[in-house]
């Protein structure tokens, strides 16, 4: 079929009518794609994407854990290593994580879950996916010429003085901030202007609450690194002392603007992996979500705290004993809201009818590994204990458990619970259970171990080490291999699901969100009407139907049964 063939409608004859016309067959050809404004389509092009990142990412993780295995060179020399390391901090963070659940899976249920059509600007939701194409280009094309080797945080002087080639990869950073930008802006308005009717602030899924307060922060915190990055271009291009002390800058400007953004980031990254996780615990407990003013509003104060906290990555930087000891004490005051989102999780779980899903496994997991490091935090946080902990493998260990641990496996929460909804198939249960304990099992062991790695003093990021610390390193390396399986068994039964998966009921989980009022692949227009919107944590909703091994409406219901 021609690249530019379009089609209407082409699912199999006889097939019912959400099969032979949905979002994925409505048109036909490459095109119909690259120009489409349907943001399931858009959420489905930036999954794609964010997936292949992953992948690059997790490929240099694997390499810097596989030079670890020996003191000295193992496969790399330390020119390159340092390489291997930035690109995987800097496309993991930049190119996965920061995009990876609000453009993707946002950007796929945010209208169905508002009952509306589209966002309210599908022309720039498609700008933000060809701005992050263009940004990730210029990021990746470093390798070729190359590579990069600051680090993620493009530290000056260094960055300023390096031979690697800086300028392409800050240059595609400071793109991917304005599809960050105008993918925020575009999700602000949607929710302000196509709720339905019924739903109030209150009555909202909570997974748009924390979208919301995640792109208030895009919007008011990703200038910031704009600009940051431009300065460091024009001092690196141009010579002007900006940030380099020899030029007459200051290194520790550079810290401040940079972790002004990069702690609010934090939270962009952790907020939306909340919200998917409130919206996975409650149908898989089969009960009303526990609090739930107090989790939305948590979201928010989660925003506004993260603009205050930067300083606590900079306790060994020279700043004042006082701003030290208030950025402390704010960083000791940012954890209590996400306890009560964690406090309010588990009083949800409390007496309920628990169905251990994949979904529900992946949130599971998510709560024990972000509380380790939500609570690991509270150890940096303290400024004694800081000054011999800052930059050491204490530090990667927290990070990633919070990182990786919360936002990658809430991802794989969120991927596993759309799944069905996205492609109208189902997958292994049994594979899905069996990756995500490889998965858990090989992070702890990876990361754990780097806990007491960093007690004992060895620096992050370097090249060599001490013989005292090789076996922690090699353990460490046998964890990322577990887990590395595990994601490559979790590709292998999804991308089988699309071959030959069960077909999906339209509500397989017992959800009570819009989103499952569609098809079981939605239609391109997702609603032939606006629906009503009720409670959506209330179960009493839905039902056991054994007839489409899935959960009908009870209101859909009734009225079937009335015309018959």
Same mark, same amino acid.
Request: charged share 10%.
């Given at each position: 079929?021609?690249? !530019?063939h379009?089609?209407?409608?082409g699912?199999?004859?006889?097939?019912p009518a959400? /099969?032979?016309?949905?979002?994925?067959n409505?048109?036909? @050809?490459l095109?119909?794609?690259l #120009?489409?404004?349907?943001?399931?389509?858009?959420?489905l092009?930036?999954?794609i994407?964010?997936?292949?990142?992953?992948l690059l990412?997790?490929?240099f993780?694997?390499?810097?854990?596989t /030079?670890?295995?020996?003191p000295?060179?193992?496969i790399v020399d330390?020119?390159?290593?340092n390489q291997?390391? #930035?690109?995987? @901090?800097?496309v993991?963070?930049?190119?996965f994580i920061?995009?990876?659940?609000?453009?993707?899976l946002?950007?796929?249920?945010?209208?169905l879950m508002?009952?509306?059509?589209?966002?309210?600007?599908?022309?720039? !939701?498609?700008?933000s996916?060809?701005?992050?194409?263009?940004?990730?280009i210029f990021?990746?094309?470093?390798?070729?010429l190359?590579?990069?080797?600051t680090?993620?945080t493009f530290?000056?002087p260094?960055?300023?003085?390096?031979a690697t080639?800086?300028?392409p990869? #800050?240059?595609?950073?400071?793109?991917?901030?304005f599809?960050?930008i105008?993918t925020?802006?575009?999700? %602000?308005?949607t929710?302000?202007?196509?709720r339905?009717k019924?739903?109030?602030?209150f009555?909202?899924?909570?997974?748009?609450?924390?979208?919301?307060?995640?792109a208030?922060?895009?919007?008011?915190?990703?200038?910031v690194?704009?600009i940051?990055?431009?300065?460091?271009i024009a001092?690196?291009?141009?010579?002007?002392? %900006?940030?380099?002390?020899?030029?007459?800058?200051?290194?520790v400007?550079?810290?401040?603007?940079?972790?002004f953004?990069s702690?609010?980031a934090?939270?962009?990254m %952790?907020l939306?992996a909340?919200g998917?996780?409130s919206?996975? %615990?409650?149908p898989?407990?089969r009960? #009303? +979500?526990?609090g739930?003013?107090?989790?939305?509003?948590?979201s928010?104060?989660i925003?506004?705290? =993260?603009?205050?906290?930067w300083?606590?990555?900079?306790?060994?930087?020279?700043?004042?004993?006082?701003? !030290?000891?208030?950025?402390?004490a704010?960083?000791?005051?940012?954890?209590?809201?996400?306890?009560?989102?964690?406090? !309010?999780w588990?009083s949800?779980?409390?007496?309920g009818s628990?169905s251990?899903k994949?979904?529900?496994?992946?949130?599971?997991?998510?709560?024990?590994l972000?509380?380790?490091?939500?609570?690991?935090?509270?150890?940096?946080g303290?400024l004694?204990?800081?000054?011999?902990?800052h930059d050491?493998?204490?530090?990667?260990?927290?990070?990633?458990?919070v990182?990786?641990g919360g936002?990658?496996?809430?991802f794989?929460?969120?991927?596993h619970?759309?799944?069905p909804?996205?492609?109208?198939r189902?997958?292994?249960?049994?594979w899905?259970a069996?990756?995500c304990?490889l998965i858990?099992?090989?992070?702890?062991?990876?990361?754990?171990?780097?806990?007491v790695l960093? *007690?004992?003093?060895?620096?992050?990021?370097?090249y060599?080490?001490?013989?005292?610390?090789?076996?922690?390193?090699?353990?460490?390396?046998?964890? *990322?291999y577990?887990? =590395?399986? @595990?994601?490559?068994?979790?590709a +292998?039964?999804?991308a089988?699901?699309?071959?030959? =998966?069960?077909?999906?009921a339209a509500n397989p989980?017992?959800?009570?969100?819009?989103?499952?009022?569609?098809?079981?692949?939605?239609p391109?227009?997702?609603f032939d009407?606006?629906?009503?919107?009720?409670?959506?944590y209330?179960?009493s909703q839905?039902?056991?139907?054994?007839?489409t091994?899935?959960?009908?409406?009870?209101d859909?219901?009734s *009225?079937a049964?009335?015309a018959?």
């Open positions: 079929m021609s690249a !530019n379009t089609t209407y409608g699912g199999t004859p006889g097939a959400w /099969e032979q016309d949905n979002y994925l409505h048109t036909h @050809g095109k119909s794609w #120009t489409t404004l349907d943001h399931k389509r858009i959420g092009m930036y999954l994407c964010i997936l292949a990142s992953f990412g997790g490929l993780a694997l390499l810097v854990r /030079e670890h295995l020996t000295g060179r193992t330390a020119d390159l290593y291997y390391f #930035t690109l995987h @901090g800097a993991m963070i930049f190119l920061i995009p990876g659940i609000p453009a993707a946002g950007n796929f249920v945010l209208p508002l009952g509306a059509k589209d966002v309210a600007f599908p022309r720039l !939701n498609l700008t996916w060809y701005l992050w194409v263009i940004g990730a990021s990746v094309v470093t390798i070729a190359g590579g990069v080797d680090g993620w530290y000056t260094y960055s300023t003085t390096t080639h800086v300028i990869v #800050t240059l595609g950073v400071f793109i991917l901030g599809s960050s105008f925020g802006l575009n999700f %602000i308005v929710i302000h202007k196509l339905p019924g739903m109030t602030w009555k909202m899924p909570l997974f748009l609450w924390a979208v919301y307060a995640t208030l922060i895009q919007v008011l915190a990703t200038p690194l704009g940051t990055l431009l300065l460091l001092e690196r291009a141009m010579g002007i002392g %900006i940030f380099d002390p020899a030029l007459g800058g200051d290194p400007l550079f810290q401040h603007f940079f972790w953004y702690h609010p934090v939270y962009i %952790i939306p909340m998917v996780i919206e996975v %615990i409650a898989f407990s009960k #009303t +979500i526990f739930y003013k107090f989790i939305a509003y948590s928010i104060a925003a506004a705290f =993260g603009f205050l906290v300083g606590h990555h900079m306790f060994t930087s020279g700043q004042s004993a006082l701003g !030290n000891m208030l950025f402390s704010l960083t000791f005051s940012v954890s209590i809201p996400s306890a009560i989102k964690v406090f !309010n588990l949800t779980m409390y007496k628990i251990l994949t979904p529900m496994l992946y949130a599971l997991a998510f709560m024990f972000f509380g380790i490091g939500g609570l690991t935090g509270l150890f940096l303290a004694a204990v800081d000054v011999h902990l050491t493998y204490f530090v990667v260990a927290h990070f990633h458990y990182m990786f936002t990658v496996i809430a794989l929460a969120g991927l619970y759309w799944w909804k996205m492609f109208g189902m997958y292994s249960e049994k899905g069996v990756a304990a858990f099992i090989g992070f702890n062991v990876t990361f754990f171990t780097q806990f960093g *007690s004992q003093g060895m620096p992050r990021r370097y060599n080490y001490l013989p005292m610390y090789t076996s922690y390193h090699q353990i460490s390396t046998v964890g *990322s577990i887990m =590395g399986l @595990g994601f490559v068994i979790c +292998i039964y999804l089988h699901s699309l071959l030959a =998966g069960k077909k999906a989980w017992g959800s009570v969100t819009l989103e499952w009022r569609t098809p079981p692949i939605p391109h227009d997702n009407k606006t629906p009503l919107a009720g409670d959506p209330d179960y839905v039902r056991w139907d054994a007839k091994g899935g959960y009908v409406w009870v859909e219901q *009225s049964a009335v018959g």
